[in-house]
């Protein structure tokens, strides 16, 4: 795998125009459920990780979309805003009824503390969908981009503005701190942001 093969799977994909602005988010409809997670399927990528899984309706598409998946499902399920013990408790007991007879590997932990867990380059992509306050994303962002291989993809969602979200500023700080010079957002509501690791 290597950052120009995946970049050219992202292009042809996503229908990006090589002059549009970043993000690119190129003219055909995409979603992270159909577009994006069928090119990990087509790259071949078979070792992932979600941070932030909650009640697993993600990681089942992920296993859908990609054969013979194994998934890091990282998420210390504890009490959140509205979300209390009893609730929390009930969305792992749910995510692991979905998740059953799947390749999937639960680390009830904080996204720091799991990424440690993990040696450099040892996934094929992460998919970040945790706190989404600013300082938080850019913690997933810092932890876990070491961590996917080159060429590999490094994803999240709900790339767009809302009520205490710092995920726009976050990703727009981190790649251009990082110089990097192409990112994507699928073309969908709450869209998900994705770049390839050079």
């Not at 009640?55 to 499902?73: D, E, H, M, S």
């Not at 094929?124 to 080159?150: A, G, Q, R």
Request: proline content about 3%; overall charge negative; some cysteine.
């Amino acid at each position: 795998m290597d950052a120009r093969t995946t970049t050219k799977a992202i292009w042809r994909k996503f229908h990006v125009h090589p002059y549009d602005n970043l993000p690119f988010e190129g003219w055909w409809q995409s979603t992270r459920e159909t577009t994006l997670y069928e090119t990990f399927a087509e790259l071949g990528f078979k070792v992932g990780a979600e941070i932030g899984v909650r009640r697993g309706t993600n990681a089942i598409v992920l296993f859908q979309k990609i054969p013979g998946l194994k998934l890091y499902c990282v998420d210390p399920w504890i009490p959140y805003l509205r979300d209390t013990v009893d609730k929390q408790e009930g969305h792992l007991a749910a995510c692991k009824r979905q998740l059953a007879g799947q390749n999937a590997v639960f680390m009830r932990m904080f996204s720091t503390d799991a990424a440690r867990e993990f040696e450099d380059e040892s996934l094929d992509f992460v998919y970040i969908d945790s706190n989404h306050i600013f300082d938080c994303v850019m913690e997933d962002l810092i932890c876990w981009t070491p961590k996917v291989k080159k060429g590999g993809i490094i994803a999240g969602h709900d790339y767009y503005h809302f009520f205490a979200g710092g995920v726009v500023h976050a990703v727009d700080a981190f790649t251009m701190a990082n110089n990097i010079t192409k990112f994507y957002i699928t073309r969908e509501k709450e869209h998900s942001f994705l770049w390839v690791k050079e």
